[in-house]
């Protein structure tokens, strides 16, 4: 089943890929802000005392970083 869901989302990946506008993105990596979540990652990645932060307010920090969703990110990460 996991490797079923796992197409799934390689697929779902790979045609949303093919219809980016890479101007766009590089323009919104360019603009872009990191929301709460992201300036907590950007800190940790330093700092101690800002990791233990950042994991009481977003959870603890995972192979790709802070998650919403654990549980899904872990799933994807097993899978592989």
């Given amino acids: 089943m996991m490797n079923l869901i796992k197409e799934e989302m390689v697929h779902s ?3 949303t890929a093919m219809n980016i506008d890479s101007d766009q993105l590089l323009a919104l990596y360019a603009e872009g802000q990191p929301n709460a979540a ?3 990652w950007q800190a940790a990645a330093n700092d101690a005392a800002a990791l233990e932060l950042a994991q ?6 995972n192979q790709a970083g802070f998650s919403e969703q654990p549980r899904i990110v872990g799933a994807i990460l097993g899978a592989q």
């Fill in 13 to 15: 990946a790979q045609v």
């Fill in 38 to 40: 992201g300036l907590a």
């Fill in 56 to 61: 009481t307010q977003f959870g603890a920090p």
